[in-house]
């Protein structure tokens, strides 16, 4: 029997209309451009986690928004609930760090051409909408 799907967070944190992604260094998805994110902690939330991974991901602190998807991540031996986040960045110099083998700022024209997971790139396009969405 397969084990139950391991909550974690994601975090798609604009910086204007550019957003902070990571290159993974472990697997699941090892050198692919993704979300900086993880597992929670014992006793942490899910938002703590969230500005906690990103922080130790990337450098960067943030303004933590709206829950954006709740996404059934399957990779065969990893199996992920992912709760994203949208966010805007507060501070921080970017630099990779803990699991991410690179970190920058991208464009939302360049993501396409990445390559990444399908539905990483659309809750990427899905987060940026609800930012820049009229309230």
């Not at 994110?37 to 938002?47: K, S």
Request: glycine share 6%; proline share 7%; with cysteine.
């Amino acid at each position: 029997m397969k084990n139950p799907p391991v909550p974690a967070v994601g975090v798609i944190c604009f910086k204007g209309a550019r957003v902070l992604l990571i290159k993974r260094s472990k697997p699941p998805k090892k050198d692919d451009w993704s979300l900086p994110g993880g597992r929670l902690e014992p006793g942490e939330t899910r938002r703590e986690a969230a500005l906690r991974e990103l922080y130790e991901e990337t450098g960067v602190s943030a303004k933590l928004l709206e829950k954006i998807a709740v996404i059934d991540a399957d990779f065969g031996s990893h199996h992920f609930i992912l709760h994203d986040y949208l966010a805007v960045w507060e501070s921080g110099e970017v630099r990779a760090c803990d699991d991410a083998a690179d970190a920058r700022w991208f464009e939302l024209t360049e993501i396409e051409a990445l390559g990444m997971w399908p539905k990483t790139q659309a809750v990427i396009f899905q987060a940026y909408a609800a930012l820049t969405a009229p309230s």
